[in-house]
């Protein structure tokens, strides 16, 4: 197989494109941190989170904890029984799903009282514009959250093929 020069620009445009889209990582609270009594409503507004983006909670280990619950344990600050608590006090949490994500702090009533709660809702990657007119139907069996990863491999495929 040979490579035209049309190819090896479409290539190297598409990599381009792929090291230009990065994740964004949120310091939760900023320079607060993961503490009591912040407002973490309106730390989000303005915000929007995409999937491959990172929370990062800083806060002294001991004194907190982050749990991820669903929508009802947000609400009622009801703790899941299992332990899945990150407790290093510098967690990062990466976005791998599109949707509602809830985050509480399992220590005290820091949930109940406190306010140690946080809601994000996560957008799917919105995918690029297509490189290609002829690369749509490649991609169609690829969920839509992967949109540009799928453009990425259905245009790496059709390259090969
Ligand atoms: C939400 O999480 C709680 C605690 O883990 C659990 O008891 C409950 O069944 C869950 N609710 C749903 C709708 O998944
Ligand atoms: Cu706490």
């Known amino acids: 197989m040979t490579m035209s020069c049309a190819n090896v620009i479409f290539l190297a445009t598409l990599v381009a494109l792929a ?6 990582e ?8 993961w503490t009591l009594d912040f407002d973490y409503q309106t730390w989000t507004q303005g915000k929007q989170f995409f999937v491959g983006d ?12 982050v749990l991820k619950v669903n929508g009802t344990s947000f609400q009622q600050c009801i703790m ?3 332990n899945e608590a990150l407790t290093s006090g510098n967690d990062v949490v990466t ?23 946080l809601v994000i809702n996560v957008e799917s990657m919105s995918p690029a ?12 069996v690829i ?19």
Do not use: Q
């Open 19 to 24: 090291t230009s889209i990065s994740a964004t």
């Open 26 to 33: 949120y310091t939760v609270g900023d320079a607060s941190g």
């Open 54 to 65: 990172k929370l990062v909670f800083n806060y002294s280990p001991g004194k907190h904890n």
């Open 80 to 82: 899941p029984s299992s």
């Open 95 to 117: 976005l791998l799903t599109p949707g509602r994500k809830w985050y509480v702090c399992g220590i005290g009533k820091h949930c109940e009282l406190r306010n140690m709660k």
């Open 129 to 140: 514009p297509s490189p290609s007119t002829t690369s749509g139907s490649s991609t169609l």
């Open 143 to 161: 969920p839509k959250t992967y949109g540009f990863a799928a453009a990425f491999i259905g245009s790496l495929l059709m390259f090969l093929i």
